[in-house]
């Protein structure tokens, strides 16, 4: 090989070099763009996975049936609020015997509710020129009556004036003497001054709007139904004043006794309030209620209007309370100083049942259906125990709940890598090992509850009201409506009729001063005279 073709060789081998340098370089940016597509897909596939699932989950919340909100389960899998989780599937022959028992129940519970009602005696009888026996012509005589039926009576609501006076007397002698000599019979003082409202009527516009949820330009066209043009504007007069001057000292008492309680529930809805100063009228306020425990010995329900959901409103609400505040594992009641948080297992539980997709088949083998029936479990020692003191049920919750509790959420730890970041089931795993020290705080009192049912239940009937009247219309009537909601649930928590309550408060309060504690404490429900009266 001569040198000419020695040098073009070298030449051909250095492009060759060059080529797969250049091919080399080209391979690894083709590598690395393939790993960055692929990255990407899988990023956007679970997007998808993700968003697909938020999507199921809304339909449920918007398209299901309020007594099963998650229609991807089967019958007889767990559905999102079944109470029938805490219990055990009764065998079909129970069943059939369970709801005989039912109905027999239910029987006897009208008969007792007709029973208490006041009874008016209809007899039929035969007119004298009939009661002649049509066989041989003799009179007949009356030998008893047997019941027949027994019918339940409407009578529609009427309007009355009352026209009050006030009787003047004189006494002559002192007249003659030159002494004062004229007196008047004492008179109760009105509700509302300068106003044609009762007690009765303010109690039936409240109980109207707060319990039966009737919004007022309804109660105004009942009213003129009725004979009488009453403006809804005169009825939220009616309300705000009221609930400002003889429902307020009694909210505020009954905050005062909470306070000294060492336990209570908390939750908080939002509500859209109308004319508040330097707010969009779109901008969410917020509902709180706090209540004491099932087993405190006098139920108090106090609802708490807020322009915000910020962690300083359960700060200043609770100021002074010391004990264990039972919630849904919101943030802000973790800013609280000297309480104990307890968090609440039905709200854990819901996150495990928004988190299963539609469509899913074997519910039971997914993380969720798996850790909703480890919590299944609680639930269910948690309904055998629940007639147990105190003390013995904190004994059968160390015994028993305490093992599967730490089981489950060394579970959840488990499983948080099996599950996609950021899917509904890798978000129930997070709050379950994030809230676990809360979660877990029940198992060590008796007087815990596992839930913040309720409380949830309170504010659900407020939320009840509020679809049905929308909004507030100022900040006076949604403090108004704050006031009115306390004392009417905790007037229902203590057995009492909400009509007949407010009633006797607007009858004698206005007599009393409500300076005086005393005068307040006197109108509290759970008093005798007040449980004789009001029921």
Known sequence: MNSEQLLELTAQISTLNSMLVSLQKDSE????????????????????????????????KLFGRSSEKSAVLNVGQLSLFDEAEMECDPELKEEITYQRAKRKRQKEDIKAKLDQLPQIDINYTLEDEHQICPSCGSRLKKVGKKLIRRELNYIPAKLEVHNIYQTTYECRTCKKGNKPYMYNAPIDAPVIPHSYATSESVAQVMVDKYVNCMPLYRQEQEWKRLGFQLSRATMANWIIIASNEWLTPIKERMHELLLEENYTHADESPVQVLNETGRKNTTKSYMWVYATIKESKHPIRIFDYTPTRAGYNPKRFLNGFKGYVITDGYQAYETLDSVV??????HA?????????????????????KALNKIKE????????????????????????KPLVEEFFSWCDKNQKAVLTGSKTYKALQYALKHREGLSEYLEDGLL?????????????????RKNWLFSTSTEGAQASATVYSIIQTAKANGLDPYKYLTYIFKYLPGHDIKEQANVD??????????????
């Open 29 to 60: 940016k083709m590598c690395k763009e393939n790993e960055r597509l692929r990255e990407e897909y899988e990023s956007l596939k679970n997007d998808y996975k993700n968003l697909k699932e938020e999507n199921d989950y809304l339909k449920r």
């Open 341 to 346: 948080n307890v968090f609440c297992w039905a």
């Open 349 to 369: 539980r819901r996150k495990f049942s928004e988190a299963i997709i539609s469509g899913t088949k074997n519910v039971d083998e997914t993380i969720a259906g």
């Open 378 to 401: 609680l639930f269910v020692i948690e309904r055998e125990i629940e007639t147990l003191k105190p003390e013995e049920k904190r004994e059968m919750r160390q015994k028993r709940a």
């Open 449 to 465: 509850p596992m839930t913040n049912s309720l409380d949830e239940r309170t504010i659900r009937l407020f939320a009840v009201g």
């Open 522 to 535: 006197h109108f509290l429900p759970w008093n005798k005279h007040i449980q004789e009266e009001c029921k």
